[in-house]
């Protein structure tokens, strides 16, 4: 059985020193498909070298990070147009809205993230969002650029029952990862309540490792750890939650 990876940083110096184990070892457990979001564009060559290295099972993304905008955007946003053309990358990630890390620049984050919205749409593209402690600057932005053409995931999903209904009118799926293991993560409250169509996993690895692994480096094949937790919140047996969600990352990405 297929399990993907919807969200995994595996290009990161993170992995350095055993970055072909780490992944092998995710591939020998059925994590054969890795999304691999983009930070900026000095990430590019080592995400390329990845996906040559594992043609069949990595996937590009193209995006400028919030965190990581800086003076050059201008000459970012042109990097992520010409990675859209260059190198078949099947979405428009990781963008959006940081308000834990930098406040004071939100008037550019939104126009770097709508730019990048319209992106998507030119190219047909899903967008992955990153949505910290911003989800309702999120909301604003996508109702104000219309969400008719878009569909793709909120990355990270750690909102409420209310804001979960939201993002699923507008099309999008929810990442869940490490944080649905954790005791105080509070989604596992009310994740029932949301049908398994509208989800796909993810790790966000090296961050975020799920119990019983949290504070450590995260890895794709840790994955199995919220499987584990999805099939007891949802009590249905491990198979199906991978059936479920793989499908909706073919259905999001169209690969």
Not at 88 to 109: F, M, R, Y
Request: net charge negative; with cysteine; glycine share 6%.
């Amino acid at each position: 059985m297929t399990i993907s990876d919807t969200h995994t940083h595996l290009y990161l110096p993170e992995f350095d020193s055993d970055r072909d184990y780490v992944i092998n070892n995710a591939i020998s457990s059925n994590i054969t498909r890795f999304f691999l979001p983009a930070i900026d564009s000095s990430y590019t060559e080592s995400m390329l070298a990845l996906k040559i290295k594992f043609p069949k099972n990595m996937f590009l993304m193209a995006g400028l990070h919030p965190c990581y905008i800086g003076s050059n955007y201008s000459e970012e946003l042109k990097h992520v147009e010409k990675n859209i053309l260059e190198n078949q990358c099947v979405a428009v990630g990781e963008i959006g809205i940081d308000l834990h890390w930098k406040t004071d620049n939100l008037s550019t984050q939104k126009e770097v993230f709508i730019k990048q919205i319209k992106l998507a749409k030119k190219y047909s593209l899903p967008i992955v969002i990153h949505s910290r402690k911003s989800y309702n600057e999120i909301f604003e932005v996508l109702e104000s650029e219309g969400t008719d053409e878009l569909s793709g995931i909120f990355h990270c999903f750690t909102g409420t029952l209310e804001q979960a209904n939201k993002i699923i009118s507008m099309g999008m799926k929810l990442g869940i990862g490490g944080v649905v293991t954790f005791k105080n993560g509070m989604i596992d409250k009310f994740l029932d309540k949301i049908d398994l169509s509208n989800i796909v996993l993810e790790t966000d690895s090296p961050y975020l490792a799920p119990t019983p692994n949290r504070g450590k480096r995260n890895e794709s094949g840790f994955i199995i750890h919220i499987i584990k937790r999805l099939a007891e919140i949802y009590q249905v047996n491990a198979n199906e939650i991978i059936n479920i969600t793989t499908n909706n990352s073919i259905e999001v990405f169209k690969t």
